[in-house]
C-alpha cells in the first residue's frame, strides 16, 4: 500500500465522517499523480490531523486554530513527503461547502468511508458529491467558477484561473473570463507573497510566452505586474520587429526553447501560433543552440537546478528575469531626427524597476540580488559579440562583475538576440553570438581557475610587507588588478606578480 492508501484506511478505520476534496479527487480522476491530501470533517480538524501524524512519525502543524484546521506532514519510506491538510467543515453541510469554494473541478469531495480496509483507495470507484458540475467540466477541460462572486470573494483566484489552465492544459469558459475581467483590479488589495506564488508557477511553467499574453487580456497584469503592462504598445527600431511586450513574450518563448535543448523532457521548442505575430528561430538556429550547449549541458543543467531561496531554482528565475529585463524601456525611449527609437539607461533603470517589484512580492534578497544582475547585466554578452572575438579581458570583468549569474545572464542574452532576429535573421550577427556565447561558457566551466578566478598570487599581507603598503582603497586595487593580469595570462609566476606589482606601485 502507498502512505496515501495507508492515510485513508487509517482514517477510515476511526469510523468518523471525512471527505477527500479539491485537488487530490480533481486530479485522481484526471489519472494525474498527487502527493497531498485535503480532508474535511465536520468537527476536530486539528484533532485528525494531529492523529495523523502521531500515527505515521510525522510533524504536526495548526494552520489556523480558530477555523480547526491542521496539517501533518509525513514521509514514505523512500522519503517522499506527503502533506494532509485536515479541516473543519466552514458550513454546516458538505455541499454548502463545496460552494464556498473557487472552480466547479475543486468543488467535489469524495467518501473516505468508500475506502476498503488493506486495499488502494480508487477516487473513481468511491461516491463523488459532485453538487456543480465539476465532474462534467473536467471531461469538457474548462475552468468554471462555482459562484458568480467567486473572485469577489478572493481576488487571488483569477490568479489561480490562469495557473490552473496552464497546469492542467484546460481552457477558461467564457463566463469565468468574463467575471475574471470585472473583478481583476481587485487583486491589488492581495499580499505580495500570495500574488509572488501564483504567478512564480505561471511565468515558469512551459508556455509561459502564451500565458503572459492571457494574464494581459485578462486585465490582470496592471494590478500583479504593471511593469509588464507598461511595455504594451512601446515601438522599436529594427531589427525589433514587435513592441517591447511582444518581444518580451518572444524572448520568454525563445528561453524555454533553450530549456529544451537542456532538458528536453520537460520542455519543447516554441512552434508559431496562428493569432500570435511572434516568429520562432528557424530549425538551423536551433540546431546551433544544440551544438553550442552540448559540451556543457550537464554543467549547466547542475547549475540552473541550483536553489536560491524558499526552493526555487535559478531555472524559474531566469524566466523571471526574461520578463523583466526590458522593463526600463518605456521611462528611457526616445526617437531621433530620423524616427530611430533608442533606450539608452533602460538596463539600469529596469534593475531599479525589478528590485522594486521583487520587494513588493517579497522575494528573498538572493533572489531580488539575483534578478536585479541580471536586468542590469543583460546587453553586456551582446557587447562581447561585438568584440569577434570578446578579449579574455572582457570576459573577466564579465564574471568578475556578475559572479556566479555569468552563465545565466549569458543564456539570457542567448534568447534575447534569438528574439530579436528571428523574423529577419543575420547570419553574420548569429556567427559572432554564437561564437561568444561558447568563449563565455568555455571559460566559466572548463577554465575558471585560470580565466576567471585564478587563485590570487598574493595576498594583502603580503603586500604590506613587501612594498610597505597600508590597509585602504589602493591595496584593495592592486589586489584587484593583479587577478586579472593573472586572469589575461599577464602574470603567471609569484616573481611575475612582484615585478608586475613593483612597477604598477611605481606608476600610481
Avoid at 92 to 98: A, N, S
Avoid at 240 to 249: G, I, K, N
Avoid at 314 to 322: D, K, P, T, V, Y
Avoid at 436 to 456: D, I, K, M, N, W
Amino acid at each position: 500500500m502507498t502512505m496515501i492508501d495507508q492515510v485513508l484506511s487509517f482514517i477510515c478505520d476511526r469510523g468518523e465522517q471525512a471527505w477527500l476534496v479539491g485537488g487530490f479527487v480533481r486530479d485522481r480522476l484526471l489519472g494525474r499523480p498527487t502527493h497531498d491530501l485535503d480532508v474535511v470533517v465536520p468537527d476536530n480538524g486539528i484533532r485528525l490531523a494531529r492523529a495523523v501524524a502521531n500515527a505515521f512519525n510525522g510533524a504536526f502543524f495548526v494552520l489556523d486554530d480558530a477555523r480547526d484546521v491542521a496539517r501533518a506532514v509525513l514521509r514514505d519510506a523512500e522519503g517522499v513527503l506527503l502533506e494532509v491538510d485536515v479541516a473543519r467543515l466552514r458550513a454546516l453541510e458538505l455541499q454548502d461547502d463545496l460552494s464556498l469554494r473557487d472552480f466547479t473541478i475543486n468543488a467535489m469531495a469524495a467518501s473516505i468511508a468508500d475506502c476498503e480496509a488493506g486495499g488502494a483507495y480508487d477516487v473513481r470507484d468511491a461516491q463523488i458529491i459532485d453538487p456543480f458540475g465539476g465532474r462534467a467540466d473536467l471531461d469538457r477541460r474548462l475552468i468554471r467558477a462555482v459562484t458568480e462572486s467567486s473572485f469577489r470573494d478572493d481576488p487571488l483566484r483569477a490568479l489561480r484561473a490562469v495557473r490552473q489552465s496552464v497546469e492542467l492544459g484546460f481552457g477558461i469558459e467564457d463566463a469565468t473570463y468574463n467575471l475574471i475581467r470585472r473583478d481583476a483590479s481587485l487583486l491589488a488589495a492581495i499580499s505580495g507573497e500570495r500574488v509572488r506564488d501564483e504567478l512564480m508557477r505561471i511565468v515558469s511553467a512551459p508556455g509561459a510566452w502564451q500565458h503572459v499574453r492571457m494574464l494581459a487580456s485578462l486585465d490582470l497584469l496592471a494590478p500583479a505586474l504593471p511593469e509588464v503592462t507598461s511595455l504594451i504598445g512601446v515601438t522599436q527600431s529594427a531589427p525589433h520587429y514587435q513592441d517591447v511586450f511582444d518581444h518580451t513574450r518572444a524572448v520568454l518563448a525563445h528561453l524555454e526553447g533553450i530549456c529544451a535543448v537542456l532538458w528536453p523532457d520537460a520542455y519543447r521548442v516554441p512552434r508559431a501560433v496562428a493569432d500570435d505575430a511572434t516568429v520562432i528561430a528557424d530549425e538551423r538556429q536551433w540546431l546551433d543552440v544544440a551544438d553550442l550547449l552540448a559540451p556543457y549541458a550537464v554543467d549547466l543543467r547542475a547549475h540552473l537546478l541550483q536553489s536560491l531561496a524558499a526552493g526555487r531554482a535559478r531555472r524559474e528565475l531566469l524566466f523571471w528575469a526574461a520578463l523583466a529585463h526590458d522593463w526600463g524601456k518605456p521611462a528611457m525611449r526616445t526617437a531621433d531626427e530620423a524616427g530611430r527609437t533608442r533606450f539608452y539607461g533602460h538596463d539600469q533603470w529596469g534593475a531599479v524597476l525589478v528590485g522594486h517589484r521583487g520587494q513588493a512580492l517579497k522575494l528573498s534578497s538572493d533572489e531580488i540580488a539575483y534578478l536585479t544582475r541580471l536586468v542590469d547585466a543583460h546587453m553586456r554578452p551582446t557587447l562581447l559579440a561585438q568584440e569577434d572575438p570578446p578579449s579574455r579581458r572582457a570576459i573577466y570583468r564579465f564574471y568578475h562583475d556578475l559572479g556566479d549569474a555569468g552563465p545565466d545572464c549569458t543564456l539570457l542574452s542567448l534568447a534575447d538576440s534569438l528574439a530579436m532576429r528571428a523574423a529577419q535573421p543575420d547570419p553574420e550577427s548569429w556567427r559572432r553570438r554564437v561564437a561568444a556565447t561558447s568563449l563565455l561558457f568555455e571559460a566559466y566551466f572548463r577554465a575558471r581557475t585560470e580565466q576567471v578566478a585564478p587563485a590570487p598570487l598574493m595576498n594583502g599581507d603580503q603586500l604590506m610587507a613587501e612594498f610597505g603598503l597600508k590597509p585602504g582603497p589602493q591595496l584593495g586595487r592592486l589586489l584587484d588588478d593583479l587577478r586579472e593580469a593573472q586572469a589575461v595570462g599577464e602574470v603567471t609566476t609569484l616573481e611575475d606578480a612582484r615585478a608586475w606589482l613593483a612597477e604598477r606601485i611605481r606608476s600610481m
